[in-house]
């Protein structure tokens, strides 16, 4: 287990999900002008976790050669063509699954970077170097007794690292929507399987069609599946007004999302991916809070 959680004294926001954070994330893993800025989380706020995963918990869903890579960055370092590193990222990491698992254990919304969904078992990819949510599920299974676990990822993008690490294990459902063709280029028509549903929607895409296809296909694959617990890859750059996304979601529809995804399963918890737009990313995590908590 990793440490236990030390909270400020922040009174809780909401109902009954909390929002989890911890200021030293907008410190660490400096970014400079990259989209995922720092700033992203200046602008949210939360009760303070002070929790890192362990090493042995990244391992479920990470190769060693992967850790120990994160692990030894001293200096600024290009990972890919989208992911930088330096030598506070491994800092700012296992703080980021901290508190997702944090947020699994006591059913909150974790607002951390860097993102995570995109991070493979064996290399990072797209801004992310672990991927929380996977972590979290596996935390989940192993530490806490949930045996299924069902993943709804609704950021503009494809969550290709989780569904990889979860592809052909059949305790793991995984659900998608995303604009496509669209970075990473993965999850277009002809992916699913009996436990991965990926929905690719065209750019342009906005409220109506979104919440129909919604209410179509993945809330009866949850429902079918019957999940423990439901883990949520929010991300909000599938916004009007994200600079990264080409979809059309307003702010009303990240409200019902939420609200959808709490009816689901019986515990839910939630950890931030993408948003890129400072002026609404605070208004659109609220609107998922309210759903979330509703």
């Given at each position: 287990?990793?440490?236990?959680?030390?909270?400020?004294?922040?009174?809780r926001v909401g109902g009954d999900i909390e929002l989890l954070t911890n200021p030293e994330l907008a410190r660490l893993h400096p970014t400079g002008t990259h989209p995922e800025l720092?700033?992203?989380?200046?602008?949210?706020?939360?009760?303070?976790?002070?929790?890192?995963?362990?090493?042995?918990?990244?391992?479920?869903?990470?190769?060693?050669?992967h850790v120990a890579l994160l692990r030894g960055i001293d200096r600024e370092t290009q990972l890919d063509a989208d992911t930088v590193a330096t030598e506070t990222s491994w800092k700012a990491a296992l703080l980021a699954v901290g508190i997702a698992l944090e947020a699994v254990d006591s059913g909150g919304f974790a607002l951390v970077r860097p993102p995570g969904h995109h991070a493979l078992a064996d290399r990072a990819m797209g801004f992310c170097l672990l991927n929380n949510v996977a972590i979290a599920a596996r935390y989940a299974q192993a530490e806490l007794g949930l045996g299924r676990v069902a993943i709804?990822?609704?950021?503009?993008?494809h969550g290709n690292g989780t569904e990889a690490i979860f592809r052909g294990d059949d305790s793991v459902l995984f659900?998608?929507?995303?604009?496509?063709p669209f970075y990473p280029?993965?999850?277009?028509?002809?992916?699913n399987d009996?436990?991965?549903?990926?929905?690719?929607?065209?750019?342009?895409?906005?409220?109506?069609?979104?919440?129909?296809?919604?209410?179509?296909?993945?809330e009866p694959a949850v429902r079918r599946f019957s999940p423990d617990l439901l883990l949520v890859s929010a991300g909000f750059d599938a916004h009007e007004?994200?600079?990264?996304?080409?979809?059309?979601?307003?702010?009303?529809?990240?409200?019902?999302l939420g609200e959808r995804c709490a009816s689901l399963a019986p515990r839910l918890a939630a950890v931030l991916e993408g948003g890129y737009n400072l002026a609404t990313l605070p208004r659109l995590v609220a609107a998922a809070h309210a759903g979330f908590s509703a």
């Open positions: 287990m990793g440490a236990g959680p030390a909270r400020s004294s922040a009174a720092q700033e992203r989380l200046t602008v949210l706020s939360g009760t303070t976790v002070d929790r890192r995963a362990t090493e042995e918990q990244v391992g479920r869903a990470h190769t060693a050669g709804v990822d609704f950021d503009v993008h659900c998608s929507l995303h604009e496509w280029g993965t999850g277009g028509p002809g992916t009996e436990t991965t549903l990926n929905v690719p929607l065209p750019e342009g895409t906005g409220d109506e069609a979104y919440l129909a296809v919604f209410a179509e296909l993945v007004d994200d600079p990264l996304g080409g979809l059309a979601l307003t702010e009303n529809c990240f409200r019902e």
